[in-house]
């Protein structure tokens, strides 16, 4: 069963001038994770991710590196960042390079379209850059420098000296969309999430606009502008061009029509080229603006933001080496609430891992599928009356559920898993108060053990239903013990808004046996 409803998204297009951090995988994994909702819901989704490769930034990575850009980039990519898709357990259905000539192309008929419309110019301009951010600093990101930097001008995110840069170049008329950005923001106040951001990116429009700078003219690493070869498209313009041009702007109207438009989730630190700038070109270009722009806190360690430039970042398999990929998924996806900062800590990792999922949803999948295997030679048996207590569960399943999809609605994941957790603490609770391991010794109790085992087998399917978009290899496995012969994660023969409903799993299914979901592990040093 699908439905007409289609559901794009796309990470943040990455950098990929280094290797990848912790923070670029808890991004891609919340993309990952709502698409598989959506796509295990019935929609029509696709998910889409890449590297935006052009730009001053990544010419200089190259040269530090003794490689031509095109050399670098082709490196990292093959052997840091798609890897770690695979990593991560990342379904992700297509992976854009801003060097493939699907995206030059579009990107150039783009730009073309803008400036026949009458929103490009040429003209001079003098300002402060940061190659970091590959971006003209607003006065707001512009601050003092101290230590060995006193006495200049520095980025504000990257605390490293800025560029005065005087070029002859392209301007996007951007100052002309001050009041219908606005105007967006008013009528559509969900277009920019959560809250606190929409009202950062409103506060910034009214202040005032300024025409943007659109190509580069001192080195030719970039996307050429099409009607004048001496200058590149800024880097910029050409990476978000990547979210169209990836599903057929240019080259395939109908696949187009059909997925666009998108549902952006990016950092906070780049918000403004996605809530403001994007906007405004595809309003220049006559096409319709994004579903929305969702933008997510800081990924913390130690008090501070993770810096490539700073070396404070962490590989994502340094923690999936010790833990697994659904615990990394797990952790980000629940700790942090969706939107905000978040500070990881390899305490409260092992803690959360020990507790919640070794203990709670690892121990209740044991101990009930060894409980049937005992009990009932390893067949789901058939339940008899239901009591208060069965009902309370069937209740808490469907609650869950329902909210749960409401929370996904609203991309805050950490609302839905917290939900979803009540059926795991409900369920041990449940056990702990019916005791099957004592009802197994009176042959007068056997209904209701039968009852209080189906109970917490159908409570494990709903779970496995409900947690395979965060946890795809453990649910796999639950899934395969359960024994049930339909599909679970891609195929929606089990939908994701449907596991609330009581009595999934038939009675006689056969369950089989389930090794620990969640091994014990050492705290790493």
Same mark, same amino acid.
């Given at each position: 069963?699908?439905?007409?409803?289609?559901?794009?998204?796309?990470?943040?297009?990455?950098?990929?001038?280094?290797?990848?951090?912790?923070?670029?995988?808890?991004?891609?994994?919340?993309?990952?994770?709502?698409?598989?909702?959506?796509?295990?819901?019935?929609?029509?989704?696709?998910?889409?991710?890449?590297?935006? @490769?052009?730009?001053?930034?990544?010419?200089?990575?190259?040269?530090?590196?003794?490689?031509?850009?095109?050399?670098?980039?082709?490196?990292?990519?093959?052997?840091?960042?798609?890897?770690?898709?695979?990593?991560?357990?990342?379904?992700?259905?297509?992976?854009?390079?801003?060097?493939?000539? $699907?995206?030059?192309?579009?990107?150039?008929? /783009?730009?073309?379209?803008?400036?026949?419309?009458?929103?490009?110019?040429?003209?001079?301009?003098?300002?402060? #850059?940061?190659?970091?951010?590959?971006?003209?600093?607003?006065?707001?990101?512009?601050?003092?420098?101290?230590?060995?930097?006193?006495?200049?001008?520095?980025?504000?995110?990257?605390?490293?000296?800025?560029?005065?840069?005087?070029?002859?170049?392209?301007? /996007?008329?951007?100052?002309?969309?001050?009041?219908?950005?606005?105007?967006?923001?008013?009528?559509?106040?969900?277009?920019?999430?959560?809250?606190?951001? $929409?009202?950062?990116?409103?506060?910034?429009?009214?202040?005032?606009?300024?025409?943007?700078?659109?190509?580069?003219?001192?080195?030719?690493?970039?996307?050429?502008?099409?009607?004048?070869?001496?200058?590149?498209?800024?880097?910029?313009?050409?990476?978000?061009?990547?979210?169209?041009?990836?599903?057929?702007?240019?080259?395939?109207?109908?696949? /187009?029509?059909?997925?666009?438009?998108?549902?952006?989730?990016?950092?906070?630190?780049?918000?403004?080229?996605?809530?403001?700038?994007?906007?405004?070109?595809?309003?220049?270009?006559?096409?319709?603006?994004?579903?929305?722009?969702?933008?997510?806190?800081?990924?913390?360690?130690?008090?501070?933001?993770?810096?490539?430039?700073?070396?404070?970042?962490?590989?994502?398999?340094?923690?999936?080496?010790?833990?697994?990929?659904?615990? #990394?998924?797990?952790?980000?996806?629940?700790?942090?609430?969706?939107?905000?900062?978040?500070?990881?800590?390899?305490?409260?990792?092992?803690?959360?891992?020990?507790?919640?999922?070794?203990?709670?949803?690892?121990?209740?999948?044991?101990?009930?599928?060894?409980?049937?295997?005992?009990?009932?030679?390893?067949?789901?048996?058939?339940?008899?009356?239901?009591?208060?207590?069965?009902?309370?569960?069937?209740?808490?399943?469907?609650?869950?559920?329902?909210?749960?999809?409401?929370?996904?609605?609203?991309?805050?994941?950490? @609302?839905?898993?917290?939900?979803?957790?009540?059926?795991?603490?409900?369920?041990?609770? #449940?056990?702990? @108060?019916?005791?099957?391991?004592?009802?197994?010794?009176?042959?007068?109790?056997?209904?209701?053990?039968?009852?209080?085992?189906?109970?917490?087998?159908?409570?494990?399917?709903?779970?496995?239903?409900?947690?395979?978009?965060?946890?795809?290899?453990?649910?796999?496995?639950?899934?395969?013990?359960?024994?049930?012969?339909?599909?679970?994660?891609?195929?929606?023969?089990?939908?994701?808004?449907?596991?609330?409903?009581?009595?999934?799993?038939?009675?006689?299914?056969?369950?089989?046996?389930?090794?620990?979901?969640?091994?014990?592990?050492?705290?790493?040093?």
């Amino acid at each position: 069963m699908t439905s007409d409803r289609s559901f794009y998204i796309t990470t943040p297009i990455y950098y990929p001038s280094d290797v990848p951090h912790i923070g670029h995988g808890y991004t891609t994994v919340a993309v990952d994770t709502l698409a598989r909702w959506h796509r295990q819901a019935g929609d029509d989704t696709w998910m889409l991710t890449g590297t935006d @490769e052009h730009g001053q930034k990544m010419i200089r990575a190259a040269a530090a590196n003794g490689a031509t850009p095109q050399e670098w980039v082709d490196k990292l990519v093959a052997e840091s960042w798609q890897p770690l898709l695979r990593t991560l357990d990342v379904a992700n259905d297509d992976f854009i390079r801003t060097t493939q000539e $699907r995206h030059e192309k579009s990107v150039q008929l /783009f730009l073309q379209a803008v400036y026949d419309r009458g929103y490009i110019y040429a003209g001079e301009y003098e300002a402060l #850059y940061c190659v970091g951010c590959e971006e003209f600093k607003p006065d707001s990101e512009i601050v003092d420098g101290t230590g060995p930097f006193e006495g200049l001008k520095v980025c504000a995110i990257h605390s490293k000296p800025l560029e005065l840069l005087q070029e002859k170049n392209y301007f /996007f008329k951007l100052s002309e969309f001050q009041d219908r950005l606005l105007e967006l923001y008013r009528e559509r106040p969900d277009f920019v999430q959560p809250e606190s951001a $929409r009202n950062e990116v409103v506060a910034f429009v009214q202040q005032g606009l300024k025409d943007l700078s659109i190509s580069r003219s001192t080195f030719d690493w970039g996307i050429t502008v099409p009607w004048d070869e001496s200058h590149v498209i800024y880097v910029w313009v050409d990476a978000l061009l990547n979210y169209a041009t990836a599903v057929g702007y240019g080259s395939d109207p109908d696949n /187009f029509a059909r997925r666009w438009p998108a549902h952006h989730v990016v950092g906070k630190d780049i918000l403004r080229f996605h809530a403001v700038i994007w906007p405004a070109m595809l309003m220049a270009a006559g096409i319709e603006v994004p579903e929305n722009v969702f933008a997510h806190g800081w990924l913390l360690v130690g008090g501070e933001k993770m810096s490539k430039s700073k070396l404070t970042g962490i590989a994502p398999n340094a923690i999936t080496d010790v833990f697994g990929s659904d615990a #990394y998924r797990f952790y980000f996806l629940s700790a942090i609430s969706f939107g905000q900062d978040g500070s990881f800590s390899w305490e409260d990792l092992s803690a959360r891992y020990q507790a919640e999922l070794a203990n709670g949803f690892g121990n209740l999948a044991s101990r009930t599928i060894a409980m049937i295997g005992k009990y009932f030679d390893g067949v789901v048996p058939a339940p008899a009356e239901y009591a208060d207590g069965d009902l309370a569960i069937q209740r808490t399943v469907a609650e869950a559920a329902r909210k749960a999809d409401a929370a996904i609605g609203r991309f805050r994941i950490d @609302e839905a898993i917290r939900s979803i957790w009540t059926i795991v603490d409900e369920l041990n609770g #449940y056990i702990t @108060e019916n005791e099957p391991w004592a009802l197994a010794k009176d042959d007068a109790q056997r209904d209701r053990l039968a009852t209080v085992l189906y109970t917490c087998a159908e409570g494990l399917r709903a779970l496995a239903v409900l947690l395979s978009p965060v946890m795809p290899q453990a649910t796999g496995k639950l899934w395969d013990a359960l024994g049930v012969e339909s599909a679970l994660g891609a195929l929606v023969e089990q939908p994701v808004r449907e596991a609330g409903a009581w009595g999934g799993i038939p009675a006689g299914t056969a369950t089989s046996t389930l090794q620990p979901l969640f091994p014990r592990v050492e705290q790493p040093e």
